[in-house]
């Protein structure tokens, strides 16, 4: 049974930094490429960064210069480093991983940014 588990959401200050995780099982991780989504109320689901098999990045340009993709292979996780964080970050982040015709979801964290 394939699984994805974000963690590490919660509530922080405008400026502010979180590290999410997405953990995976069921799945051989390290030919998947991870993408981290995000959607807030209201609007439609936002791609927010990649990271491929090899480690290559992209990012959404709202977020470019502030949030860090990375995958650690041996712990089946990729995360998601986001700092400067502004209120328009606010959203559930949601971990995708696409691979050989495959498409997984977790269910998300949710990422409140407030003064």
């Known amino acids: 049974q394939v699984q994805l588990v974000e963690s590490g959401g919660g509530l922080v200050q405008p400026g502010g930094s979180l590290r999410l995780s997405c953990a995976a099982s069921g799945i051989a991780f390290s030919v998947y490429a991870m993408a981290w989504y995000r959607q807030a109320p209201g609007k439609q689901r936002e791609l927010v960064a990649t990271?491929?098999?090899?480690?290559?990045?992209n990012y959404a340009d709202s977020v470019k210069g502030r949030f860090t993709i990375s995958r650690e292979n041996a712990k089946n996780t990729v995360y998601l480093q986001m700092s400067s964080l502004k209120p328009e970050d606010t959203a559930v982040y949601l971990c995708n991983a696409v691979a050989q015709g495959r498409d997984y979801w977790g269910k998300g964290t949710l990422v409140t940014v407030s003064s």
């Open positions: 990271i491929t098999s090899g480690g290559r990045t």
